[in-house]
């Protein structure tokens, strides 16, 4: 695989009602790839402090395996993000996170989401339920995405600009928020809108 197969292009948008979009995902003939599934991130950072400020992801993901990500070099036009993307399956999440823990990374952020995952031709499309909302990822060439987006109806919805700490980061500034994780524990009992935050 060369470096350029490795390159991330998406876009994300704020789709409230994710039972909607399934709803046309299944209307154009898109195939379910992976049901709703709990996934849980641990974001780290090294004793520099270095990674989050130069743009860097090192991210160990927990759902029905486990995977180390590496994500670099974002760049965005028109809602939709391009970047370096290196990931490998673990074989034991806990021993990968005390590998890193042993490197001198610490977790700076754990994140919690439920996913579900369709194909549609080249294109993967997730659906995301976030401790503050819910979201639409279309990963393809961008060409596919643009249409994907008009073919289910997509345009009218937000494109969201950052990832989903970037956002969760904005939110806890905004309402003043304390907690380091993005869990839904943490959320519990919190009434977020989006559309009047971000």
Excluded at 26 to 40: I, N, Q, T, Y
Excluded at 47 to 65: F, H, K, N
Excluded at 131 to 141: K, M
Excluded at 173 to 194: H, I, N, Q, T, Y
């Amino acid at each position: 695989m060369t470096q350029h197969d490795m390159r991330e292009v998406e876009v994300k948008l704020h789709t409230p009602d994710l039972a909607q979009v399934q709803a046309a995902l299944e209307a154009a003939g898109a195939a379910l790839k992976s049901p709703r599934v709990f996934e849980r991130n641990l974001r780290y950072e090294n004793a520099a402090g270095t990674l989050t400020a130069g743009g860097i992801v090192l991210r160990l993901r927990q759902d029905e395996r486990a995977r180390l990500t590496y994500k670099s070099g974002e760049s965005s036009q028109d809602g939709i993000f391009r970047r370096f993307e290196a990931e490998v399956v673990v074989s034991d999440f806990e021993t990968m996170d005390l590998i890193l823990r042993r490197l001198g990374y610490t977790v700076a952020l754990i994140y919690e989401k439920f996913r579900t995952t369709y194909a549609l031709g080249d294109a993967e499309i997730v659906l995301d339920e976030l401790p503050y909302g819910n979201f639409t990822e279309i990963e393809a060439d961008e060409g596919t995405i643009e249409r994907i987006v008009d073919d289910l109806g997509l345009a009218r919805y937000r494109r969201m600009s950052g990832s989903y700490t970037d956002i969760f980061a904005e939110l806890k500034w905004k309402l003043g928020l304390a907690m380091r994780d993005c869990s839904f524990e943490s959320f519990a009992g919190l009434d977020v809108d989006l559309r009047d935050l971000i």
